[in-house]
């Protein structure tokens, strides 16, 4: 498959450059051009509620480098402040950088891809929004997608299953994928609404997420959210 091909169409962060992995504040929303699939298979799946479409601009402006920033970010800051406390078992030791999809090899790109668009896939699918019409407007934009046929098959797949919190977090082989996991999920919900700010919290359980790697993510997608 080549879901990170699938991803990158769908926040239209192809042509992103790579100096964009490292840039802060507005530019770095402004280096990525705003995205060339907008209110297209992406808006669809993310619905048209304010609070989905504001997710779905930071989404769509920083693209998947962007999400491996902010995922970063988060987890360093958790483990920063977890390093301090010698006798926690979730610290790393001294010098540890987190092995986001910004950061890992090209080879385990895909398996951090796959689990971010299932989680983009799941927390869509919070609201019960996605009914046979919607099903059938996200297949024509996403059939016009470049893509190839066992990505579209697995696409297809993922949207076509009950939403299932535990399923979703199965992606999550690594404390760093169930953090970008989480991170694209809060930029995909709309946070006033009780179903999707419950499944977001379900979500978090299940990708068994320490409270204070939580607070972190959802600081730095404040953060995002406030600089889009």
Known sequence: MNTKGLLEQLLGAGGSNTTATKGQGRGFFDSFG??????????LLLGSKKGRKLGGKVLTYGGLAALGVFAYKAYNNYQQKQSNTTSNPNSKPQGFSAQTIDRVPAAQVETHSVAILTAI???????GHIDERERQLIDQEIGQLQTDADTQQWLQAEL???LDPSDVARQA???????EMYLASVFAVDTQNFMERSYLQELARQLRLEPGLQAEL???????????
């Open 160 to 162: 076509a299953k009950p």
């Open 121 to 127: 896939i799941g927390a869509a699918k919070a609201d």
């Open 34 to 43: 705003g995205g060339a699939v907008t209110g297209g298979a992406l808006g």
């Open 173 to 179: 082989s690594s404390p760093e994928i169930a953090a």
């Open 218 to 228: 959802d600081q730095q997608a404040q953060q995002a959210l406030q600089q889009s």
